[in-house]
């Protein structure tokens, strides 16, 4: 800093300090009882520190769900998420980036209706459109399917949108130095632009992958069949519970592995993370 | 090899805007072609129109006996060097030089021969493995060439190849290239907006402004009978003196504005009685005594280059525009406030028709 | 902006725009206008037969206590989150921008709520706050409060307000950090030499100029508070006690879809795109402004 102010710097790093476990405590909590048994939950407040049940909690909930609410095991729900959210993020990544090659390097009729078309989508979340949308997947016959869980959740503005920043960040000349080495337009696209593209594909990857895991209203609303539960979604099941109090031990378990995933990637991703979010601003 | 021909050749973009107004030129098979012009002439217009970059609106360009005008630009056997280099960045140097020979289907081993044979011709032979990133600007800039050459085409197409480079390399890829053009044979056409880099360059020189072809002729040519006052000014450092005057009742000099004697020499006989406007090169004139001088500078600054010094001064008496600067021996002392009294060469001094421009002969 | 090289074939652009177009066209604009005709509809309970009714149904729903309910507790919900998680990012931020050794670990601390769910941040809150085994509630108890967001509604309002800010505060530092790292030093020196101290500074300097940051979270935030948080509200409140939670979108949801009243959803579905419609204008145009700079 400008100048020196020990008090300041300690304050600093005090709030700081304060702010991390802040963070921290739910997950803390959540992590704590997911290692006790169930009866460690009814003594009138939670442990705060971790028992001795974590792997037994853990594998009672992978392999065969939890019981009380009479789930499926939770191993087939992160099998799902992680069917849905990877095919979320590889489909919007791809129409994406065609799409902005499209706009960016050639003229064609209704560009302009196109990329207003893309806009709105912006101006569309699906909570707006709940009823209607949850209509054409079903006339569609994609209910309780992958299909029905990602494809309607897949046009994106955004993504476009970044790849056409970005595009049009390319030097102009490497398109035409292309042309003259003899490079058609898919040629140059997977040749040169794709590879260039590598660290934007792989920063907004990072984002949609957490997006798509961390859906919840779509899944909630396209799958009857629970064999398609989702571990975001699933949990919501448990805690409607038909006993008076729900598995708790049990369902953090649940919440504990629903966030494993996601909270990895953007942990060991930070990087790209931080680069696929900050772009969106621009 | 083959010559390039322009025929009668036009752009006009989408939105009206007229960039070239009728170039016609046959630049001949080996010859080294440089554009000159300041930046919106339609110089890089022109070259991407040869490039295919670019499409024709309005008559023909040929390379050899065929009209491209329709041809994609891979299909044209021409090789671009681009002002940024256009590097493939995530490719090594060997690939960015083997890239077009492989969408050609040219075999392995001959793509491996060229290359390397290019690489050597540019002391490139250490760096094939690296990234553009990796590189120096003059080593990105022999990179680019190397892929030109590689390709063995029918032209090179320079696009203001060197103004990314520092004036000292700059000096020292303006040889190289011009030793590589003269190796190779392969006719060329250099854009350029700087005018040394032309002269020195060039067989022969186009210079253009405002989509229009001022003139065409080789280096020398121009210098000495500039067709136009634009070409003039524009070739030539420091800028040609202009001044303008009344010719002389007898037809024999002219009397500048601002000037006590008249300048004795003789204009064109096609210039009418009445306004003219003369040039003189700064390295035309030259201090005497005087008696003897044809005009009088009173001086302002003086730039001391060394070699020679450029003196910055008014004409004796004179009013607006009658600005002069003189080139004078390094060694000549001058000071800001004297009087310098300057001959001329008469085989040196031109003049104009100050309505439209043109040179009077 | 556009490029100045083009491809001049037809068909191919035509191939790579499709899929993007015809997914948007089948999953976004058909439903949306089927939504805005319906909401002029009304229909019988069996939908059988239908009627056009004009604006009824938006009559209907603004002379509805409960829907104008719903819509001031929306307003309080998402100003409240917005608010909170606005002010402790930054308060986080500008003290992470402030100590030179471990921003980036700190960053690393604090920023990965955001891969949490809203949903699962629920849960997780629920679950502290439970009355009679949750830490926090025990907490409180001790403190004379009795916490209960099972019976009352101000309570259940703070828990999912709670949620929602824990989890978006991650969001909003990571942009807050990148504004204030990205002031350059030299200004803040500058101020230094005119006589500022630290807190002066911070208000008259940096918040200036992080003011498009703050601009653009803010409408981040408020579209986040109004649609990401369904699943905090609907796995944790389910909108109660007494719909003291029933935030709009909530709303849409449970009349449309539990309740299957297609014509006031559908108009409270109009309702929901005019906001976001509006909002996106809004950060449109500011977008369009900082280009302008």
């Known amino acids: 800093m400008v100048e020196n102010r020990p008090w300041l710097t300690v304050f600093s790093h005090v709030v700081l300090c304060l702010g991390v476990l802040v963070t921290a405590l739910p997950i803390w909590i959540a992590f704590v009882a997911s290692t006790h048994p169930a009866d460690s939950m009814l003594s009138g407040r939670t442990p705060l520190l971790p028992g001795g049940n974590m792997l037994e909690n853990y594998a009672t909930v992978l392999g065969s769900g939890v019981k009380a609410a009479g789930s499926i095991p939770v191993g087939t729900m992160l099998w799902n998420s992680f069917v849905m959210a990877l095919m979320i993020a590889v489909g919007k990544i791809a129409i994406s980036i065609i799409a902005a090659y499209a706009i960016v390097y050639f003229r064609f009729p209704l560009r302009k209706t196109c990329f207003w078309v893309i806009f709105i989508t912006l101006m569309l979340p699906v909570e707006v459109r709940i ?152 | 090899m083959a010559g390039l021909e322009f025929v009668g050749v036009r752009k006009t973009y989408p939105n009206g805007v007229k960039a070239i107004h009728g170039i016609d030129m046959a630049v001949s098979d080996g010859e080294f072609v440089v554009i000159v012009g300041p930046s919106g002439c339609g110089k890089s217009t022109l070259l991407r129109m040869v490039a295919g970059l670019e499409t024709v609106t309005e008559g023909e360009i040929r390379i050899g006996e065929n009209r491209v005008n329709e041809l994609e630009p891979a299909d044209r056997n021409i090789a671009m060097v681009f002002q940024n280099y256009a590097l493939y960045p995530h490719m090594s140097v060997f690939d960015n030089m083997a890239y077009g020979l492989r969408n050609r289907r040219t075999p392995r081993d001959e793509i491996a021969r060229r290359v390397a044979e290019a690489a050597g011709t540019l002391q490139l032979e250490g760096l094939l493995d690296r990234r553009p990133g990796q590189l120096s600007g003059g080593q990105r800039q022999r990179v680019a060439m190397g892929r030109a050459i590689v390709r063995e085409p029918e032209a090179f197409l320079f696009d203001e190849p060197l103004s990314n480079l520092d004036a000292k390399l700059r000096v020292q890829m303006r040889l190289e290239i011009k030793r590589l053009q003269r190796a190779l044979g392969t006719t060329s056409l250099y854009v350029t907006h700087d005018q040394v880099e032309a002269m020195t360059l060039a067989d022969r020189l186009i210079v253009m402004n405002a989509g229009v072809a001022e003139q065409i002729g080789t280096p020398l040519e121009i210098y000495d009978a500039p067709a136009t006052l634009f070409v003039a000014g524009f070739i030539g450092s420091p800028a040609m003196n202009f001044l303008s005057g009344t010719v002389a009742d007898d037809g024999a000099g002219a009397n500048l504005d601002g000037a006590e004697r008249t300048l004795l020499v003789a204009p064109p006989a096609s210039a009418r009685r009445g306004r003219i406007t003369v040039g003189i090169r700064p390295e035309h004139l030259e201090p005497v005594s005087r008696e003897t001088a044809a005009l009088e500078v009173v001086v302002e600054l003086v730039e001391a280059l060394g070699a020679d010094s450029l003196v910055h001064g008014q004409l004796a008496d004179g009013g607006e525009g009658a600005a002069v600067t003189v080139r004078v021996d390094g060694a000549r002392r001058v000071a800001a406030g004297e009087v310098l009294s300057l001959a001329v060469a008469p085989n040196h001094v031109h003049f104009f028709d100050p309505d439209d421009g043109k040179r009077l002969a | 902006m556009e490029k100045r090289v083009v491809f001049s074939k037809l068909g191919l652009p035509i191939l790579l725009v499709a899929p993007q177009i015809v997914i948007t066209l089948v999953f976004f604009i058909w439903p949306a206008s089927q939504a805005l005709y319906q909401s002029l509809l009304l229909e019988d309970a069996f939908g059988l037969k239908s009627q056009f009714v004009w604006l009824d149904n938006f009559i209907a729903l603004f002379s509805d206590p409960h829907y104008l309910n719903s819509f001031a ?78 019976l009352d509604g101000t309570d259940a309002m703070m828990l999912v307000i709670l949620a929602a800010s824990w989890k978006q505060v991650s969001y909003n530092f990571l942009f807050f950090l990148a504004g204030l790292q990205a002031i350059p030093r030299s200004l803040v020196e500058a101020a230094a030499i005119d006589g500022a101290r630290p807190f002066k500074r911070f208000w008259t300097i940096v918040f200036p100029l992080l003011s498009p940051t703050a601009f653009f979270l803010l409408v981040v935030n408020i579209v986040y508070a109004f649609f990401d948080t369904f699943g905090i509200v609907h796995a944790t409140t389910s909108g109660g006690p007494a719909q003291s939670t029933t935030i709009l979108v909530y709303k849409v949801f449970n009349d449309g879809f539990i309740g299957l009243d297609l014509g006031g959803s559908a108009a409270q579905s109009v309702v929901l795109m005019a906001v976001v419609i509006t909002l996106t204008v809004f950060q449109f145009r500011y977008i369009e402004r900082k280009v302008a700079y």
């Not at chain 1, 060991?268 to 601003?281: P, S, T």
């Open chain 1, 131 to 282: 009823l209607p949308t949850f209509g054409v997947v079903a006339s569609l016959d994609m209910l309780n399917s992958y299909w029905g869980l990602s494809v309607p959740l897949i046009a994106s503005a955004t993504a476009t949108f970044l790849f056409r920043q970005f595009f049009l960040t390319v030097p102009e000349e490497l398109a035409e130095a292309a042309r003259i080495d003899g490079a058609g337009p898919l040629k140059f696209f997977r040749d040169i632009l794709l590879p260039l593209s590598r660290t934007n594909i792989a920063a907004l990857f990072v984002i949609l992958f957490i997006f798509g895991w961390n859906q919840y209203l779509w899944p909630l609303l396209v799958t009857t069949d629970e064999g398609f539960y989702t571990i975001v979604m699933g949990i919501q099941r448990m805690l409607q519970a038909e006993d008076a109090e729900p598995a708790w031990h049990e369902i953090m378990a649940t919440s504990m592995l629903a966030m494993l995933p996601p909270v990895l990637v953007v942990v060991f991703m930070q990087r790209l993370f931080v680069k696929g979010l900050i772009e969106q601003e621009k």
């Open chain 3, 73 to 150: 507790r929306t307003v309080v919900f998402s100003a409240a989150t917005a608010g909170l998680s606005l002010g402790v990012a930054l308060f986080l931020a500008a003290m992470a921008d402030r100590v030179l050794k471990g921003a980036t670990a700190y960053r690393t601390l604090i920023v990965w709520p955001y891969a949490v769910a809203p949903a699962v941040a629920g849960v997780l809150w629920f679950f502290m706050f439970n009355p009679s085994i949750g830490i926090l509630a025990y907490l409180l108890k001790g403190l004379g409060y009795d916490w209960n967001h099972y």
